[in-house]
């Protein structure tokens, strides 16, 4: 058994369900902590999720609590699955943990997207450096890549980017989590990673709706959706660079380019999931714009973060006194103030 402490994974959804069963297969001693009393004992009892990852075999070493203090005391590492909702509630329930407090447990983050502060969008780490002891500032790990949960739980070959300003930290999560399918880098570059792994949702949500569109019109096709890949990744970059990222190679790597592609293309992609049925099943007339879509996103069956993420991401434009046509166009479909068709035309020309 290669760490005797174990590792906490707060929340079993698909992607915490994932990365539980990639350490349970290599001995590692795991507790994930979910609210959801029906998934914790049936992981427990069954050693599966059907819920969030269906047809998905827990290995033993692998048990769920409801109690997120259990999940947290002794272990070595805590990594946060969180949807990006309800990170800043898990994070503020963390730091009041004992082992949390004297800064014991290295804590790495898989979630995407961005946060609400007083001042603005946030990204992840900086609100939750916020709300955890001192010691955790430059010290916590950030996890990125393109890796689907129902592809790295049936150990598909993955990548995935460990970021974080101490390079040590970057190296521990690595060896934690690396193995034969799992192939993990280490980079410094927090921030440009976490910019990816947020925007990069609401490009999905634009491939989408182009994805659809083709099926109206006779101006789209592949060549359409590629130049939309790559104007997309230059409005990811440009928001990464005003938000401090030093690193272009951040951009061209699997944190970028990497998970930009695989979440507009993927078939398990929700993010283009909600931007294809935006045409298919007219996914927006229960909704009056898109503060009340997001007030009421659960009620699509699924989570497409990129619905939050595009918000925040017009706020930050603006800040910086960016243009982001793409990103833009998408708030502009989401809160019903354009035609998708209409818009994504105009949009194209001005892509690039």
Same mark, same amino acid.
């Given at each position: 058994?290669?760490?005797?402490?174990?590792?906490?994974?707060?929340?079993?959804?698909?992607?915490?369900?994932?990365?539980?069963?990639?350490?349970?297969?290599?001995?590692?001693?795991?507790?994930?902590?979910?609210?959801?009393?029906?998934?914790?004992?049936?992981?427990?009892?069954?050693?599966?999720?059907?819920?969030?990852?269906?047809?998905?075999?827990?290995?033993?070493?692998?048990?769920?609590?409801?109690?997120?203090?259990?999940?947290?005391?002794?272990?070595?590492?805590?990594?946060?699955?969180?949807?990006?909702?309800?990170?800043?509630?898990?994070? !503020? *329930?963390?730091?009041?943990?004992? $082992?949390?407090?004297? =800064? @014991?447990? +290295?804590?790495?983050?898989? /979630?995407?997207?961005?946060?609400?502060?007083?001042?603005?969008?946030?990204?992840?780490?900086?609100?939750?450096?916020?709300?955890?002891?001192?010691?955790?500032?430059?010290?916590?790990?950030?996890?990125?890549?393109?890796?689907?949960?129902?592809?790295?739980?049936?150990?598909?070959?993955?990548?995935?980017?460990?970021?974080?300003?101490?390079? !040590? *930290?970057?190296?521990?999560?690595? $060896?934690?989590?690396? =193995? @034969?399918? +799992?192939?993990?880098?280490? /980079?410094?570059?927090?921030?440009?990673?976490?910019?990816?792994?947020?925007?990069?949702?609401?490009?999905?949500?634009?491939?989408?709706?182009?994805?659809?569109?083709?099926?109206?019109?006779?101006?789209?096709?592949?060549?359409?959706?590629?130049?939309?890949?790559?104007?997309?990744?230059?409005?990811?970059?440009?928001?990464?660079?005003?938000?401090?990222?030093?690193?272009?190679?951040?951009?061209?790597?699997?944190?970028?380019?990497?998970?930009?592609?695989?979440?507009?293309?993927?078939?398990?992609?929700?993010?283009?999931?909600?931007?294809?049925?935006?045409?298919?099943?007219?996914?927006?007339?229960?909704?009056?714009?898109?503060?009340?879509?997001?007030?009421?996103?659960?009620?699509?069956?699924?989570?497409?973060?990129?619905?939050?993420?595009?918000?925040?991401?017009?706020?930050?434009?603006?800040?910086?006194?960016?243009?982001?046509?793409?990103?833009?166009?998408?708030?502009?479909?989401?809160?019903?103030?354009?035609?998708?068709?209409?818009?994504?035309?105009?949009?194209?020309?001005?892509?690039?």
């Amino acid at each position: 058994m290669k760490n005797p402490k174990g590792t906490g994974i707060m929340n079993a959804g698909a992607w915490g369900t994932a990365i539980a069963r990639v350490l349970g297969s290599k001995g590692e001693p795991v507790v994930l902590w979910d609210p959801l009393a029906e998934v914790v004992d049936e992981i427990n009892s069954d050693h599966r999720n059907s819920r969030f990852l269906p047809g998905v075999d827990l290995p033993e070493t692998v048990r769920a609590v409801t109690d997120p203090a259990e999940a947290a005391a002794g272990k070595e590492y805590i990594l946060l699955a969180t949807p990006s909702p309800y990170l800043t509630e898990v994070t !503020k *329930n963390l730091a009041v943990q004992p $082992e949390v407090r004297e =800064g @014991r447990p +290295l804590i790495g983050v898989l /979630s995407k997207g961005f946060l609400p502060g007083p001042d603005g969008p946030k990204l992840i780490l900086d609100m939750m450096e916020g709300y955890l002891p001192g010691f955790y500032r430059n010290n916590l790990v950030y996890i990125s890549g393109p890796s689907h949960a129902e592809e790295v739980s049936r150990g598909k070959i993955t990548g995935l980017i460990s970021a974080c300003v101490n390079g !040590k *930290n970057s190296i521990r999560i690595r $060896e934690l989590l690396a =193995g @034969r399918n +799992l192939l993990i880098y280490s /980079s410094l570059d927090v921030k440009g990673v976490q910019v990816c792994g947020a925007v990069k949702n609401v490009i999905a949500i634009a491939f989408g709706i182009l994805d659809a569109l083709t099926a109206i019109t006779d101006s789209f096709g592949d060549n359409t959706e590629s130049l939309l890949l790559a104007a997309g990744l230059a409005e990811i970059q440009l928001l990464g660079t005003s938000l401090g990222s030093r690193h272009p190679e951040t951009f061209t790597s699997i944190a970028g380019v990497g998970d930009l592609d695989v979440t507009c293309r993927s078939r398990y992609g929700r993010n283009r999931r909600f931007g294809k049925e935006i045409i298919t099943k007219d996914l927006l007339q229960d909704f009056k714009n898109i503060k009340d879509l997001t007030a009421n996103l659960k009620d699509l069956g699924y989570l497409p973060e990129g619905v939050y993420a595009c918000g925040y991401t017009r706020s930050l434009a603006a800040k910086h006194g960016l243009k982001l046509p793409i990103c833009e166009a998408v708030y502009r479909i989401l809160n019903k103030e354009a035609d998708p068709l209409d818009i994504i035309r105009k949009v194209i020309p001005v892509m690039i």
